[in-house]
């Protein structure tokens, strides 16, 4: 059970990355804070931090802009060997269905500002953790964080992506 909740957490994590909506973007193209998300995030192992563990091998997050929002691709790749991708579309404040997790279905966004997005995320109604994404006022830098606070398995990772060129 405990391995199987470290793995929830870290897909939890990663899914918040991607909070903006066609709400937050416009159809048409948003702001250049706003436009920060879109393109591919790599993972940091060195800079980033899971507790209880372990980390990941690898994560790559791309966001993309289509007619219909703004769509986010988490390919990550646990340090057993296994690979997990998710997807979903970016909405804000409802529930949105995610693909290729087992450990949540649905992701809900919350925008704090222009830079940050938080989220919650659950399985089959049930809360399974939160999440909290900034991106760097320079852009080039995103942290996520993410957070599960259950008896016996609490789960605190800190997760550092670098935009790639």
Do not use: C
Request: aromatic content about 6%.
């Amino acid at each position: 059970m405990r391995g199987l909740s470290r793995l929830l957490l870290l897909l939890g994590a990663a899914i918040l990355v991607a909070p903006l909506s066609s709400q937050l973007l416009g159809q048409s193209g948003g702001n250049a804070a706003q436009e920060r998300l879109l393109g591919t995030w790599r993972l940091d192992l060195a800079k980033s931090k899971y507790s209880p563990g372990p980390p990941l091998r690898s994560e790559t997050r791309v966001y993309t802009r289509d007619g219909k929002g703004v769509k986010g691709v988490i390919d990550r790749v646990y340090g057993d060997g296994r690979r997990e991708v998710i997807e979903y579309r970016a909405e804000v404040d409802i529930d949105v269905p995610v693909s290729g997790s087992k450990a949540y279905d649905a992701i809900r966004f919350k925008v704090v500002d222009e830079l940050t997005t938080e989220g919650v995320l659950s399985h089959a109604g049930r809360v399974f953790g939160s999440s909290r994404r900034v991106i760097a006022q320079d852009g080039e830098t995103m942290t996520i964080t993410f957070r599960r606070e259950e008896p016996g398995d609490m789960v605190n990772n800190f997760a550092i992506y670098r935009k790639a060129r």
